[in-house]
């Protein structure tokens, strides 16, 4: 018996409050098309993709609030459907505090576009700051592809001025709001007393490589048994349709302002 999406619950733990506001547009609420032979065609009930987003700081509060000790626990089984988890329990994925999407699609491009094949973990090479770094792709002294990570506003703030100057050389930008990335997201847990922004950034960051396989997303099982059995391929309509959006201009007015507070 399957379970209707109308008694599902989805909670998402999230670094960002960011992701409560995104989880609340209008393009992530879907209509239920009834299959069965007496509701053949009609429509259900409209439902969210995300019915509420928590951050990691709200989960530490919230256990503590419960007097839970985490650590004291039971484990249960993890739900393997949608996880970048190996059996080892170990995650699929690259270092860099964002989870490494530049690093993927750039391994992805030079290998689709120029059969360039690399191995092990790749360096981003820091230019002004720690918080803009790039990496090129060099073929017969041609660079082919230059890919960036802009984190922080101000590195943003002057990427932006690039574009609009028509000064800009790169193919793909990273952008995150946040120094650092999503390790020092808003919605993470705070530094202890006595403990600075950068050591615990740091020590976030040898947490999860000490978790991590540096491995190639595209051959992680799950995600490829995803594709075969249900979105077909990458790229898919069917894949286009549940996995990508498109984000659309928003109008600011003064309701809009005060919701924010």
């Known amino acids: ?7 599902i619950y989805h909670v998402t733990i999230m670094p960002c409050y960011d992701k409560k506001l995104e989880a609340s547009r209008d393009d992530f609420v879907f209509a239920i098309e009834r299959t069965g032979d007496k509701e053949q065609g009609s429509v259900g009930p409209q439902l969210t993709e995300v019915d509420s987003v928590l951050t990691s700081g709200e989960i530490v ?42 690093e993927c699609i750039f391994r992805h491009a030079a290998w ?16 002004r ?12 002294g041609k660079t082919m592809l230059r890919f960036a990570c802009a984190y922080g506003f101000r590195n943003i703030q002057n990427l932006v001025r690039k574009i609009k100057a028509g000064k800009c050389e790169y193919h793909f930008v990273e952008i995150m709001a946040c120094p650092a990335g999503c390790l020092n997201g808003g919605g993470q847990i705070k530094p202890k007393k006595g403990q600075s922004v950068k050591d615990l950034i740091q020590t976030l960051e040898s947490l999860y490589l000490k978790e991590m396989q540096v491995r190639d997303p595209y051959n992680n ?26 984000y ?3 109008e600011k007015s003064v309701s809009s302002q005060y919701t924010n507070w």
């Not at 000790?69 to 690259?94: C, K, Q």
């Not at 092990?120 to 230019?127: A, T, Y």
């Not at 099982?221 to 498109?246: N, Q």
């Open 61 to 102: 509060d919230l256990l503590q609030a419960k007097k839970i000790d985490f650590r004291a626990l039971a484990e249960v089984p993890l739900d393997r459907m949608l996880t970048n988890i190996d059996e080892e329990d170990h995650l699929y994925g690259v270092p860099g505090g964002s989870g490494g999407y530049a």
């Open 1 to 7: 018996m399957c379970t209707r999406p109308e008694d």
């Open 112 to 127: 689709t576009l120029f059969g360039k094949e690399f191995s092990g973990s790749l360096e981003f090479k820091i230019l």
């Open 129 to 140: 700051n720690a918080d803009f770094r790039e990496m090129t792709l060099e073929l017969d």
């Open 221 to 246: 099982p799950i995600a490829k048994g995803l594709y075969e059995k249900w979105l077909e391929k990458p790229g898919s309509e069917k894949a286009l349709d549940i996995l990508h959006t498109r």
């Open 248 to 250: 659309h201009h928003r």
